[in-house]
């Protein structure tokens, strides 16, 4: 039942987000004791130009 | 006033989108009992690898 | 697999609720052919002093 | 730490969202007197078939 | 039509919160042109339990 | 830069909590080579009432 969304900047490779989601979920099922299968992992990726901190964005730097 | 949010993986087609956002505004509108113009609908869509259960994308299925 | 979030104003009795999460999945699962079992609803409500239109909270007209 | 979210349409210029994170910025930090550096700004794009009002899509008006 | 969400720390007073939503939507109406009864804003408040930097929360700093 | 925002059902204790960023935050910095102090973490609970699978909340079963 715990429903986590991940957003991060785009580019990562598929191998990673395999491992992001693998990893994430063991680490809640860990320390929630929540049972793997009722935990689900939406990932969204942000393009540089769409995330700023501090008013600039990363497209900007 | 109601914001709806529904992310759903990618492939439904322009009909079953226009046939989802009207169903679930008259269920929103007849439920809780609020104009139906004041009910905003936001689609977002997934990719596979974009979604896990239990650890597992559904693009490694 | 559809993850619904439902934003609204408190002060929605315990039975339109119920309502609510029924009739909004049976409106999911016909249009987009989703089994229902599939569909996670979430109602995320919200005091009037935390939602704005145009500037002006809800609190506040 | 304030962390915000600002789902538009899409086709804002490159240049209207770097003037949208700056200003935005700006009035989060005067507002509730937090540091610039502590305020993150997502945007999240829509596109006109993926938002509706009153059970209607941008992209069928 | 935009939709913004601002997620910050609990304990700011009800004034802060009105600056907050009038300058944010003045801030969003001058920089991407969408008239001010357009925008929304949704204040969502976090516990210090609840937010986290570096693994570490708030409330345990 | 990842932002990670957990919804759970209510009911973890305050260690069962500061466990879960500690170590979720280790999962995503191993898995996407992203430094700690980048991953901001955000815990969302829900009430039994307000969230439902397949049509049915968790305060109805």
Chains 1, 2, 3, 4, 5, 6 share one sequence.
């Not at 063991?26 to 969204?44: F, H, L």
């Amino acid at each position: 039942m715990p429903i986590v969304t991940i957003k991060m900047i785009e580019g990562r490779t598929d191998d990673q987000k395999r491992d992001l989601v693998e990893k994430v979920t063991a680490a809640i099922s860990e320390s929630v004791d929540a049972p793997k299968e009722n935990i689900s992992i939406i990932i969204e990726e942000m393009q540089k130009s769409h995330f700023a901190i501090g008013g600039v964005r990363k497209s900007d730097l």
